[in-house]
């Protein structure tokens, strides 16, 4: 496997493109994927992954890196280069509902989801077993208003201690502090239970139901310290109609729930996702 | 044509259908469409539309409703005769933007809207020639602050003058006052180019793309006191991404305002839609 | 619980849905769900689903199926009496392909498959560790050409053993003969990968890569003996684009097979789905 | 106005985007937007699609032009560079079916098609109140299977006459002789009433129906000798179901054919679309 990425922002300006594809080239590289982005020609700031093919790419990495670090001096770049089989390490929090858990879990074993599922930390005991029967380490860590400062320092020295690069928060009914946050910036995906800016906050199927609407949906987003705020990385929605009682919308809300969650980690994985103030940009 | 509809709502308790089934085929009807809906079994509402086929029934209208009647005061029923060619005559109000217009329009001179369009009510000059190109008076009323009181008297007259049953904002950018509404209650749909709840109020598309949402939609609902709070009967949405500016939202939503407008107003004509607190029942 | 559902189809005449209903009114049932279909007023077929709570229903059911047989024969009636925690037994047919078998047993395990899931058979025995954790028999019969006609009676002999219901093929790749469909008229259900009548038979994906298409899609239905020519219960599509491959197409394709089965299983085991010709009429 | 772009294609091969972007540079362009596709990075093709802003690009497209000739020779290019205002002229075939000629006329007007529709030509008379409303000429051409041969001469007069770019077949509904496509290889779009390749022919509507299916669809391809067979470049669906008739669907199907018409086009005149055998990459 030959393959890597390079995920990059800075000012925009002519000759972005030009400089930064010249050096892949002149590494032997060939490019096969291209996104960029711009949020104004004129100033703005501009965005760009480069997927390519670069012989002996895993033992030339501090090479390419080392050579590569004056063009992106001399554009002021934010950059990553990151190969295609360095697979990161995740863990996943959740509480009792099993739905998103048990997707990532299906689509890892089926291959489908390329991350090394490290961890899963639950503030319940209650899916242990089904997190072990994939071989996975499911630590219990329970959380009260009392014990919750105790609590997020034993998960974050879990997390460090188990290198976790992503959290996932499938389903964890525990909001976390500003302090856990800034511990993982940029690196927390969360999927609310609703079409987000609707319905922030508890009980969105409730208030859904309460509302007459007839669609719902579900969000994925980072995490901030403002409450179902952070930027949005994927939403979807299903259509609903009067029949359905809140029961239903939940139940039909769990699709779209586990589908959306498992569609951005998919994409945070591959770097397609590049946070932007409180938007994202999202090269797929 | 022998067909016609019969809308009713009422509390809920056994023998309803069996009672109003066999007094349709007493009265010589064959059932052709039956929709329901219980809140609750348990001393729930009841809603209840069926559209039937009955020899001659525009000449025995009266009397059937007549024959009803006691059967409608012992199950303490709301109910609705129409004849399904009895054609309503609706007004639209619009202002500058002409999208959800045409569509309508379009529809009804295509045969696929079945109503009259009375009516066309602006607060603008700008389209009195596309209106009146379909051979439909347009009536120019401006509205300030000052004059707006007069301005809804005016409206309120021609609307009486015209008969006009049910009032379409098709993008109409003024409130309406509480004293308009009251006079037209359930029969004003507004089509609102958010997904609603979210985006309430003014300059929906610039506060989606601040947000940084992957969906934008529209709404229409029911006219109430309660700005973009009433009964909702139609939504829909469709996907956007980062590189969609406010006029990229624009444009996308203006397909998604007029399809759910024209498919609610559809609905409403077809008495497919009943209003229940501040939702809807819709039987399509 | 006392509910129950009747699912009647008869000559179309007026007096049908009054007959029906003032019958259970006079049962002392109320009625809480109803939905019927007319291919035509005059001298069509008419169908019709009603659900109802009727006390002590489980105990009267043969005393009101007796009741009702004088009114079925008068109106011609093909109907069935069916209480709703009548659950039905079913058997899933897998070959390797474990996501639709997977979806199946997780909603069953989530309380969204109402069913008793009695028996899992495969011509390979790669899943037999993951059905048995769930507790359910695992039968393995290797099917080769030689060999079909003996395999086929022994599923058969099986299937009557476990009084199996339905039968639910979750991307068997065998063809069943002529002589095992004729054994379970109309209750044997199978998800096709491709969007019907597009890529009929062998390889739907590679064939959708080849032509180019932007949408692919699965399709539920009844097995009749022409392959893939029975009747449609559910279809759904994904938009794919220039980049995916067959590959990509089969890993997005999963997530639709997967949803259609389910919702296609769900809609035939609450008596929603009724065969007409080579058609279905869905009440959901 | 200094916006252009450029399209390739070429043999795959390292350096192709490091010789085209740093080209662009030294031309003093800044590109706004890049889309490439390699059909294998190992002997395929690729595909680049630049947007780019260049001061004074109209003067200097011919000096631009002239420049890159030696690069789009090294690499075996087929290439075409224009001009954002450069305004494609294009003429619409229409029978008697009006919606996606109207579609595409009130897109035109409210500036949302960028393109100059310089003439309408048709088989029958109907439509010409309504497109010479819009101030386009409307030419009407009768064909029979006698006059096919001048009909389709004089078609072909009239588009070189007008200099048309792109033909549209909006609901034509003639079969156009190979010859006739030979002249405009790759620019003529047309709009199928089914979701491709169900239902290719006659009659997509009926034999949905026939067939029972619960999503209808449209497609839009660029047209080629055989029938209905031309690479596809947009396709969407709509739910319907068993209450649906012939009729029904064929309303339904309006709103989906003049959509993916609309967007099909639009892509075509931005240069999005690109084919490659009978397939399209389509940049969006």
Known sequence: EQRARILISCPDRPGIVAAVTSFLYEQGANIVESSQYSTDPEGGTFFLRLEFDCPNIAERKEEIEAAFAPIAAEFEMRWQLRLHNDIRRIAIFVSKAEHCLLELLWQWQAGELIADIALVISNHPDLRETVESFGIPYVH???????????????????????????????????????????????????????????IGARPYERAYERGVKLIGATSHYVTDDLDEGPIIEQDVARVDHRHHPDDLKRIGRLIEKTVLARALRWHLEDRVIIHGNKTIVFY
Chains 1, 2, 3, 4 share one sequence.
């Open 141 to 199: 860590i329970p959380v009260t208003k009392e014990t919750k400062a105790d609590a997020e320092a034993e998960q974050i020295r879990l997390l460090r201690d188990y290198q976790i690069d992503t959290i996932v928060l499938a389903r964890y009914m525990q909001i976390l502090s500003p302090a856990f946050v800034a511990e993982f910036p940029g690196r927390i995906i969360n999927i609310h239970h609703s079409f987000l800016p609707a319905f």
